[in-house]
C-alpha cells in the first residue's frame, strides 16, 4: 500500500471568496492543505491561500474557468502535479443567474450545467482516476483511502419555485449525479452533497430584508457560513456516509417559498 507522504489536500472550487472561502478555512484549520481555485476574483484567492497556510502550511491558487471542458480536465492534474496529490474535493463555485421558465433559453441551460453540474462530475472523474493510480484495485482499500466528493447544493430543490430556472435544473443535475456517482465510484470516493438554506447575501437584497429572510425557517434562523463549512467538514470526516445530502438550512426546506429569496 503507498503511503500518503503528504497531509490530506483538499480541493475547493470558488473558494476565492463567500462560502467557498469559509470552507476552505474550516478545512484548513482541520490540517487539510487547500486547493484555492478561482476564476476572476484573484486578490481574493491570493488571500485566501495566505490564510489557510497560516493554519495548516500548505495551500496555492488555482486559476479555472469552469465552463470549459479542456480547462476543467487540466485542473486536478495541475493540482496533483504541485501539491503531490488529492484527497478529496469540495464543488462549491456556482453560476447564478436569473431566469424563469418564461426566459429560459438553451444557452443559460447549458451555462449553468457546465459550471454547476458538468464540472463536478468531470473533477469527480478525474479524482476517481487518482485515486485509483494511487491505490491499485488488487489492494484492500481502508476507509483512509477513500477520497470525498461533496457537491454544495441548495435547500431550493426541495422547495422548488421557478426563480433561478437554469440555476435549479443544474443543482437537480448535480442532485442526480451526487446518488448516481456515490454508486459508481465506490469504494474509492465517498460523495456527499450539502445542502444550504438562505446563507449569504446578495446585490439583490438590502441588509435588513436578508436579516429578515434568515429568520424565515421553522428553526428561527437558516444557515450560517460556519454551519455550512462545519457540515462539509463532516461530511469529509466521517467515512461511512455516502450518496445522500445532509441540508443545512435550519428547515427552510420544510417550508413553501412561492418566489426565490432575492426576489421575496
Ligand atoms: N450563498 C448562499 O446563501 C447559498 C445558498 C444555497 C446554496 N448555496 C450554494 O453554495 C455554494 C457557494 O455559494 P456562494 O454564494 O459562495 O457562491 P457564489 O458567490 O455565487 O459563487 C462562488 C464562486 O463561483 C465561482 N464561479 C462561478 N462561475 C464560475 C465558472 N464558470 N468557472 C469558475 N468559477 C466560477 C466564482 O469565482 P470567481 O469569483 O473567482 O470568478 C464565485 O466567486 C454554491 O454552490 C451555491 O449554489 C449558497
Same mark, same amino acid.
Given at each position: #500500500? ?13 473558494a /476565492?471568496?463567500?462560502?467557498?472561502? %469559509? ?25 485566501t $491561500?495566505a ?8 495551500? /496555492? ?7 470549459? %471542458? ?10 496533483? %502535479?504541485? #501539491? ?6 469540495? &464543488?462549491?463555485?456556482s ?11 438553451? /444557452?443559460?441551460m447549458?451555462k449553468?450545467l457546465?459550471? &454547476?453540474?458538468?464540472?463536478? $462530475? ?8 487518482? #485515486? ?7 489492494? %484492500? ?9 461533496? &457537491?454544495? !447544493?441548495?435547500?431550493?430543490?426541495w ?21 448516481? !456517482? ?6 474509492? !470516493? ?23 429572510l434568515h429568520? *424565515?425557517?421553522p ?18 470526516? &466521517? ?6 445530502? !445532509? ?6 426546506? *420544510? ?8 426576489? #421575496?
Amino acid at each position: #500500500m503507498s503511503a500518503k507522504p503528504f497531509a490530506p489536500t483538499v480541493l475547493v472550487t470558488g473558494a /476565492a471568496k463567500r462560502l467557498g472561502r %469559509e470552507v476552505a478555512l474550516a478545512l484548513a484549520a482541520a490540517g487539510w492543505r487547500v486547493a484555492v481555485h478561482y476564476r476572476d476574483s484573484v486578490e481574493d484567492a491570493i488571500k485566501t $491561500v495566505a490564510d489557510c497556510a497560516s493554519l495548516t502550511g500548505g495551500a /496555492a491558487a488555482f486559476r479555472c474557468n469552469l465552463g470549459s %471542458e479542456t480547462a476543467v480536465r487540466n485542473l486536478l492534474p495541475t493540482v496533483i %502535479e504541485q #501539491m503531490g496529490q488529492v484527497d478529496a474535493l469540495v &464543488n462549491s463555485a456556482s453560476t447564478f443567474e436569473h431566469d424563469t421558465p418564461e426566459s429560459f433559453t438553451f /444557452a443559460a441551460m447549458e451555462k449553468h450545467l457546465r459550471s &454547476n453540474a458538468g464540472a463536478a $462530475v468531470l473533477l469527480a472523474q478525474a479524482l476517481h482516476t487518482h #485515486m485509483a493510480e494511487r491505490f491499485p484495485a488488487t489492494q %484492500e482499500q481502508p476507509a483512509t483511502n477513500t477520497g470525498a466528493v461533496v &457537491n454544495l !447544493l441548495d435547500q431550493k430543490l426541495w422547495n422548488q419555485n421557478p426563480d433561478f430556472f437554469s440555476y435549479t435544473l443544474s443543482k437537480a443535475a448535480l442532485e442526480a449525479a451526487n446518488t448516481m !456517482l456515490a454508486l459508481s465510484l465506490s469504494p474509492r !470516493l465517498r460523495v456527499v452533497g450539502v445542502a444550504p438554506g438562505l446563507t449569504l447575501t446578495s446585490h439583490l437584497l438590502d441588509d435588513s430584508k436578508f436579516a429578515a429572510l434568515h429568520k *424565515l425557517s421553522p428553526l428561527g434562523h437558516s444557515s450560517t457560513a460556519k454551519d455550512v463549512a462545519a457540515t462539509v467538514l463532516f461530511a469529509l470526516q &466521517n467515512q461511512s456516509i455516502t450518496g445522500t445530502t !445532509l441540508l443545512v438550512d435550519g428547515g427552510q426546506h *420544510l417550508m413553501r417559498f412561492e418566489r426565490d429569496f432575492s426576489l #421575496m
